[in-house]
């Protein structure tokens, strides 16, 4: 069963069993893990088990959640030994540990690195270098030693699964091979940060895992130079002078040779110590672990890329669903109103996104017209945009005009739990019975209306107001007009106007306006024009915005509207939902 130890905090040592599908640690007293603490959120966190692994979440908490001191923004995989830090509280995770077999006891305890490189200058009882990269080394190795090392590990590791479990056989099988060595270690580089964790550890002894000790100067020397390093007798190394891990480890050799992926970059390193003074580790044990560290890097390489590999596909069914439950917000048809038609389209620039565009019916006949554009992309957008289509339903049927409907909006979203997001919306309501409309624009792009003679206006400029989010709002103000037959109204997000061509040019707004003035004819040969004229224009360059279109018209060969005043920004009821 996995576990979170904490390592930082009031309960500093405190072990909490990973025992359900979904583990939440918050303030609230009903949390599964509860962190009483002021700065840590009801419900901050959460550890979800899978077929696939653990992962862990960030509940849009207030002072966010890091992983390995990266703040999480969305669902990542859990690994054995990867942090967790909530304000001040540090947790390590323990996948479900391997049990003790001959070559010594696993577990991957705490390391802290010793800054030992002041010593490494002043003296050292380095007595050999190999350089790892050489071919030529790899062969003078005596045949039988480096047939059975290398028959240990290839065996251990055809039974393991997963890059934990190929580690884990690496350091039973060195164990095994260098009977003197009291303790193995595998340090990985991050391949996010870049930085240098212990993965692994085995030891012959329960009580040589505690306060294990590691120096940075050994092992940063071996990845920059790519050479295997061999010290005789690490207890008399004046590197080592007063350190720690010589207090809590007399070690009196060691070995520390790196694993050369098959680019040339280093993946990390493997090192060896034992702390007996008359089996020290020699310039043949050496050559055999270099030998070994070929071959385990190979392996490690191939688990690795088959780590990436399951996140990546567990990432990509992820991402579809979403992609199919995103779908879900969005309207599935246009509206059949009489005398009026309609065309969307949507295009995201990955498989979700944070555009948003939708009808809401209204009494006596009216329509709600709304289209925003969330701050950002991905995941984090797109749950704000579901967040979005359910509040903007709520504030529509609760105020009596589309600036109040706003106002209300902007109130919920300027919640602390939202941080920096924001929100650019622009909102139409249309009475298709005296064919007005009224439209607020919340820090969006203007609405264009090009009437039936080729007239263009730009509505929602002026009197824009700012974005949903933003606690210095202010009211709102909606501008109003009739639809007269052969008029169309065009509503769009910044992907159009920002998409890029090859040369690094934008499309633009006058590119915009004249395709909208050259096309004549019903709304969707309007949309379809602008859409393919955005294709044509981006040309082979991939996508880097999400696209949303919104276009209503009137139908020609009507009547005249009638007349109203300018001043009537109220709906004709005292409210929406009336």
Avoid at 494 to 520: K, P, W, Y
């Amino acid at each position: 069963m996995a576990e979170l130890r904490q390592i930082e905090g009031p309960d500093r040592g405190r072990v909490f069993p990973i025992d359900a599908d979904c583990v939440v640690l918050g303030r609230h007293p009903h949390c599964n893990i509860v962190l009483d603490i002021g700065a840590v959120s009801r419900q901050h966190a959460q550890i979800v088990r899978t077929p696939t692994g653990y992962f862990v979440e960030d509940l849009n908490s207030r002072n966010g959640t890091f992983l390995n001191e990266q703040r999480l923004h969305g669902r990542r995989p859990l690994r054995h030994g990867d942090r967790i830090r909530i304000c001040d509280l540090v947790f390590v995770f323990h996948d479900a540990p391997s049990s003790t077999g001959e070559g010594g006891q696993s577990t991957l305890t705490e390391a802290a690195w010793v800054e030992d490189e002041e010593r490494f200058r002043t003296g050292s009882t380095i007595m050999s270098r190999l350089d790892a990269t050489s071919p030529t080394n790899r062969l003078q190795v005596n045949p039988e030693a480096k047939l059975r090392a290398l028959m240990e590990i290839s065996q251990n590791l055809g039974k393991a699964i997963g890059l934990e479990q190929v580690l884990d056989k690496v350091l039973q099988s060195l164990l095994n091979v260098f009977t003197q060595a009291d303790r193995g270690f595998v340090i990985l580089r991050d391949q996010s940060t870049g930085k240098l964790i212990p993965r692994a550890v085995r030891s012959r002894r329960p009580e040589d895992q505690e306060n294990l000790r590691i120096s940075k100067t050994i092992v940063n020397a071996v990845v920059q130079s790519k050479q295997a390093v061999l010290s005789a007798d690490v207890a008399t190394d004046s590197r080592f002078d007063l350190s720690q891990s010589i207090a809590d480890f007399p070690i009196h050799s060691v070995m520390c040779v790196p694993l050369i992926g098959s680019d040339g970059t280093v993946l990390g390193v493997i090192q060896m110590d034992t702390r007996q003074r008359r089996a020290r580790f020699t310039q043949e044990d050496l050559e055999v672990l270099v030998s070994v560290a070929s071959l385990v890097a190979v392996v490690v390489e191939n688990a690795i890329l088959h780590e990436v590999s399951v996140r990546e596909e567990l990432l990509r069914r992820e991402l579809a669903l979403a992609h199919q439950v995103q779908q879900g917000f969005l309207p599935s048809s246009p509206p059949k109103i009489d005398n009026y038609e309609f065309f969307d389209h949507y295009d995201p620039a990955h498989e979700i996104g944070g555009d948003y565009f939708d009808y809401v019916s209204l009494p006596a006949k009216r329509l709600a017209i709304v289209l925003a554009d969330v701050s950002g992309k991905g995941i984090a957008a797109a749950l704000l945009m579901a967040k979005l289509s359910a509040e903007m339903r709520y504030c529509l049927v609760s105020e009596g005009s589309p600036q109040a409907a706003l106002k209300r909006l902007n109130n919920i979203f300027c919640s602390e739990r939202w941080e920096d997001r924001f929100i650019t919306m622009i909102l139409a309501i249309l009475d298709p019975i005296t064919h007005r409309f009224w439209l607020v624009n919340a820090g969006h792009y203007p609405a264009i209306l090009r009437r039936a003679d080729g007239r263009i206006e730009i509505l929602g400029e002026t009197n824009a107001g700012l974005p949903i989010g933003d606690p210095k709002n202010g009211e709102y103000v909606a501008e109003t007009g009739v639809f007269e037959p052969g008029d169309v109204l065009v509503l769009y997000t910044d992907g159009m106007l920002d998409a890029l061509n090859e040369f690094g040019e934008s499309f633009g707004q006058d590119r915009l306006l004249e395709v909208i003035r050259q096309t004549s004819g019903p709304v969707t040969e309007i949309g379809n024009a602008l859409v393919n004229a955005v294709h044509r224009f981006v040309g082979p360059r991939a996508q880097t915005d999400d696209i949303c279109l919104v276009i209503l018209g009137r139908s020609a060969n009507q009547g005249s509207a009638d007349q109203f005043s300018e001043e009537d920004h109220q709906l004709p009821s005292a409210k929406l939902s009336d």
